[in-house]
């Protein structure tokens, strides 16, 4: 299946500057792993066009392993050099515990916060496969908000005084402006992807209907929150008539689980607030194999950070088993939000064709290939 470009506008200037410093934050588990494996594939790229970029590479601190040994998950040495030194970034993996540990604070949803990279942007692809013809055709771009809901982390604790019991609470945010431009960003990459499917035959076409951003949220429940995300996002499209070829719709995030696992095909973009397009689009990740296949990419108006949707998965770290699909389309993404997308682009259709042949795949999708063949069989490709 074709990809199609997300995004319609460059995060970075390209074209002006042809050396690229990127951050390298494995943090944890097989982000160890696989962050080397995509740097692997972005130092064979070769030089395609005029502005083909070069690299060079910043190794940066952060996790839950980092924490237990210096009291801190996210040093401020490695924000300063992200902000200062880095056109872009490459998260790995992160091993937040389930349980409540004194001081520590997740490094990722820090650094959203601090780098303002206000949507999570989750493209969901399925590829044909030569050895297996039961796969769905998938593709759906997931955009998430990113800096607030529930994950804004205002909870505490107290006890009812009638029966003597704990009693939790949690605090949610939701924001007109955060809304808004999380809104702005689906409507502008459903004019993205329809402007790139023009240029595919109509016949050769997944999507060939009109463009379409699909609003998830619970107004029915949560009226004063989710009623603001519902209120904010649609006016977006209402107000500006640069949307008019794009369809709006709405669905509840409950039947919007039940739809994606029935119907995946509806669906063109979606945009959800923080907790539900993260359950959401990790739910997504079993319509294309596994979550070690789904990319991600952080992204603000100043800086983007590519991210793999699966976590550390610390039952096979240092086993040479973490499938590197989903860093390295990530740091395709990477490339694509800062305006390289013949380099992007380059780098989905080697990934696609390692998937179509199903020659070298890891355990997750049923295959019997260590991280490192898959990376090398992605970068003969691609050279």
Not at 353 to 363: D, F, I, K, N, S
Request: aromatic content about 8%.
């Amino acid at each position: 299946m074709a990809h199609v470009i997300r995004r319609c506008f460059a995060t970075t200037v390209s074209g002006q500057a042809k050396k690229l410093t990127i951050g390298l934050i494995p943090a944890d588990g097989i982000g160890k792993e696989v962050i080397p494996g995509a740097r692997q594939v972005l130092e064979a790229l070769p030089n395609i066009g005029v502005d083909s970029p070069s690299f060079n590479f910043i190794n940066l601190d952060a996790g839950f392993e980092y924490f237990q040994k210096n009291e801190t998950a996210l040093p401020e040495k490695t924000l300063e050099i992200m902000k200062n030194e880095c056109d872009g970034a490459l998260f790995g993996a992160v091993s937040s515990p389930s349980h409540k540990v004194a001081g520590y604070s997740s490094p990722i949803v820090a650094m959203r916060k601090h780098l303002d990279l206000y949507a999570n942007v989750r493209p969901v692809v399925s590829v044909a496969s030569e050895k297996d013809f039961s796969q769905k055709n998938v593709d759906i771009l997931i955009i998430r908000e990113n800096t607030e809901c529930l994950y804004v982390k205002q909870e505490r604790q107290t006890t009812d005084e009638s029966t003597g019991l704990k009693v939790a609470w949690a605090e949610r945010k939701i924001s007109e402006y955060a809304s808004r431009r999380c809104g702005k960003m689906a409507f502008e990459m459903a004019l993205g992807r329809d402007k790139f499917r023009q240029n595919i035959p109509l016949e050769k076409r997944f999507w060939k209907g009109k463009p379409k951003v699909t609003i998830v949220h619970k107004s029915n429940v949560l009226s004063i929150t989710d009623g603001l995300w519902r209120e904010t996002v649609r006016v977006v499209k209402e107000n500006d008539h640069k949307y008019d070829s794009v369809d709006m719709e709405e669905q509840l995030v409950d039947s919007m689980v039940y739809r994606l696992f029935r119907e995946p095909h509806y669906f063109d973009v979606v945009v959800a607030p923080n907790m539900y397009g993260d359950i959401i689009s990790d739910g997504a990740a079993a319509l294309v194999g596994s979550l070690g296949v789904v990319p991600s990419a952080n992204v603000g108006d100043k800086f983007v950070m590519g991210e793999p949707v699966h976590g550390s998965a610390p039952d096979i770290a240092g086993q040479n088993k973490a499938n590197p699909i989903a860093a390295i389309r990530s740091a395709g993404l990477l490339l694509e939000h800062m305006g390289f997308h013949q380099q992007a682009l380059h780098i989905y259709n080697a990934v696609d064709e390692v998937l179509r042949r199903g020659e070298y795949l890891t355990p997750d999708l049923g295959g019997r290939a260590t991280t490192q063949q898959v990376v090398d069989a992605v970068i003969k490709l691609v050279q």
